[in-house]
């Protein structure tokens, strides 16, 4: 029994070692498949995470792809309203070119001894557009040769894009109609029915064939558009690119200076507080440097000040509300002022700009996201040279031979700007102390224009280079609170302060320091007169707040244009830029300033009201006796009567809460010509 027991022991040895080997090989192999399991689930976990990270770059595309569609349709309804605004004009023509006789033609042709004004026009104009044929003869045969009538009345307005209209319109009422040059006088009589020559009729149809034919064959002759012509870095390229249209109907804009230099606010004598660093440092005898001296201490770096520049109080949706309230249309930021602040984030700028120091915000950005939403234009200016960088300096001490500051830290920045927040306007200053080739300015306006995403809407001053100013440019702004006499053939603009001595904000000014409004409305009507823009500048404090005495004046200049802008926005110089009117119980004569719309209504505006309520306005003449004359924001047409010169205009005997308009008045004319 032993023996049996010991033998059924040992197969149960052998059974369970081989239970044991086969529990070993399961859990091997449960092991195995434990280890598949968690190299599968890793991989699941992995094409989860890439299917993720995938539907997230389709959702950014698909965004990205709805936002361009909506760009896109904006662009659309934008172009379908441009090209209605031309179908209008186009449709006049065709009709008064339609209702022509042939008694018309043969009034022209039969000029054997043309009027001045005539061949002065038809050769400027044609001579531009490249008709070479410069006699009178060869003028006459052209228009009045077969097919010239029916080409004009054939002719699509969708082959009138805004930039040949635009072309056009600078071509006529610029270079030819308000130029200094001796057609000058005989444009303005042939537009006129002044000229007593030619038939009312006659003039009509010159007008607008002058026009179409400029349209015809700028449209015809296959000139590129603005979006698909190539500039090359040279100013003959440049200076042929015509400005966006917004800009010249805009009229008015704010400028804003707004930089560490706000911290201190200081300047001596009403001097300019944004040239703080550069008086205290550079003139160590000087006022400046005694009052800084006495307030923060001999040793405290100008560095310091970017601590106290916080913005901490900063609404940009209230300063955007308040630009639009102002009637402005467009904006212009210091994106960096001659500091080298940089009011945006600049690895060029490392700790010495808006995001890395100071409010730690991306000051230019957040303003450009309120300006845009509410409808405005967002532009900004950029300090090409800074007062102390080192290789600037470097540069400087090398005759400009070298350009490491340019290549290193100027032209990054300038793109940087134009990259990200696709400015309307580019604003350079800064430019004195060299050449434009030393900062490399063609080159980069090349860039702007044919590539950059602000190349269909941007437009640029003329502060590019030492000697560039009222030479190069889109707009001419010659030296600061630039306000010529005399009327501009070129576009210009002139960048003011509310502040008369600062430009950024100076604590140490009083009221006497600030323009009254009607001496703002004054400056911003005469400008648009002579064919300038106004561009008004304010100094925000270091905290972010607009004082409210710039509130004040921008609120007042907002409630003006409200009644008296539809003279403003969108004029054109007249033939007449200014009057005056002298009243003999009235020892100040009223200063007068002329604009015209639609090449049509004449406005008047008088800047001041004179004692007896007549004003001489000698200009105008009626062409018969329907001429209206109305006073923006009284509900009443006004009495007026012929004078020696032009007419006398009765304005309202009524208190002056009956008329809505304050400090300057518009004074409307319809069926008026010079």
């Known amino acids: ?35 598949l399991a968690n190299r599968a689930m890793l991989e699941i976990t992995r094409n989860l995470e890439l299917a993720s990270s995938q539907k997230q770059e389709v959702k950014e595309l698909t965004e990205k792809l709805a936002s361009e569609a909506i760009k896109m349709e904006a662009s659309k309804v934008q172009i379908e309203a441009k090209l209605s605004n031309i179908q ?75 930039e040949i209209r635009a072309r056009v319109e600078e071509i006529l009422r610029i270079e030819l109609f308000t130029s200094k040059k ?30 179409f034919i400029a349209s015809f064959l700028l449209a015809t002759q296959g000139i590129q558009l603005k979006s698909e012509q190539k500039y090359t870095p040279d100013w003959k390229s440049l200076d042929s690119r015509p400005n966006p249209s917004w800009y010249d109907e805009s009229k008015i804009g704010i400028f804003i200076h707004w930089g560490v230099f706000s911290v201190p606010s200081h300047s ?40 106290g520049f916080t913005a901490r109080l900063w609404n940009p949706d209230w300063w955007a509300n308040l630009f639009k309230k102002s009637g402005a249309k ?24 808006s995001v890395d120091n100071g409010p730690g915000i991306d000051l230019a950005g957040e303003l450009t996201k309120a300006v845009r939403k509410v409808g405005l234009k967002m532009g900004l200016y950029h300090s090409l040279y800074e007062w102390y960088h080192p290789l600037y300096i470097a540069d400087k001490k090398n005759n400009y031979k070298t350009t490491r500051y340019v290549d290193e830290v100027l032209m990054p920045q300038l793109k940087t700007i134009v ?50 100013r009222d030479k190069h440019g889109g707009f001419f702004t010659g030296s600061d609170r630039y306000n010529p006499s005399l009327l501009q053939t070129h576009k210009w603009e002139n960048c003011f302060t509310i502040d008369s001595g600062s430009w950024g904000y100076n604590r140490d000014a009083t009221l006497k320091n600030y323009l009254t409004i009607e001496t703002i409305l004054d400056t911003v009507v005469g400008g648009v007169a002579k064919n300038g823009n106004a561009l008004i500048n304010i100094g925000p404090t270091a905290d972010g707040l607009i004082l409210p005495i710039y509130e004040e004046r921008l609120t007042q200049m907002g409630e003006w244009l409200s009644i008296n802008g539809e003279g403003i926005y969108k004029s054109r110089p007249w033939i007449y830029q200014n009057d005056t009117s002298n009243s003999p119980n009235d020892p100040i004569p009223v200063k007068i300033w002329y604009t015209i719309v639609n090449n049509s209504t004449i406005y008047a505006y008088i800047m001041s009201w004179p004692l007896d309520s007549k004003v001489t306005l000698r200009y105008p003449t009626p062409r018969g006796n329907s001429g209206q004359v109305n006073l923006l924001g009284y509900d009443r047409p006004l009495d007026w009567i012929p004078g020696n010169s032009g007419i006398i205009v009765s304005l309202p005997l009524v208190p002056q809460s009956r008329i809505a308009s304050k400090w300057a008045w518009g004074i409307k004319l319809v069926g008026f010509i010079a």
């Not at 033998?7 to 434990?34: G, H, I, N, W």
């Open 1 to 35: 029994r032993l023996q049996t027991g010991l033998s059924k022991l040992s197969d149960a040895a052998v059974v369970v070692d081989s239970l044991s080997r086969d529990a070993e090989e399961k859990k091997t192999l449960l092991a195995e498949k434990q280890e």
């Open 88 to 162: 209008p004009v186009l449709d006049a023509a065709k009709e008064a070119v339609g209702s022509i006789r042939s008694d018309n033609l043969a009034e022209l042709k039969s000029l054997k001894t043309p009027p001045t004004a005539i061949r002065d026009v038809l050769a400027g104009v044609l001579s531009l557009m490249g008709f070479q044929d410069q006699s009178w003869n060869g003028m006459k045969t052209f228009l009045g040769g077969r097919g010239v009538k029916e080409q004009i009345l054939a002719f699509d307005a969708r082959r009138i894009t805004p």
């Open 182 to 211: 001796t057609h000058e006088r005989h444009a303005h009589d042939l537009l006129s029915s002044s000229f007593l020559p030619l038939s009312f009729e006659m003039r009509t149809y010159l007008t607008f064939l002058l026009i």
């Open 268 to 307: 001596c004598k009403d001097g300019s507080a944004e040239w703080y660093w550069f008086n205290w440092k550079n003139y160590p005898n000087g006022c400046d440097a005694a009052w800084h001296n006495a307030t923060y201490g001999p040793n405290f770096p100008y560095s310091k000040f970017a601590e």
């Open 330 to 353: 467009y904006v212009v930021l210091t994106s960096k002022h001659h500091e080298g602040w940089c009011n945006f984030p600049s690895p060029q700028a490392w700790n010495w700009n």
């Open 419 to 468: 990259n990200n927040y696709s400015p309307s306007v580019v604003w350079a200053d800064g430019e004195w102390e060299a050449k434009d080739s030393y900062w490399k300015s063609k080159e980069f306006l090349a860039w702007l224009y044919n590539e950059s995403p602000s190349k269909e809407d941007v437009v640029i001053n003329d502060r590019w280079g030492w000697g560039d």
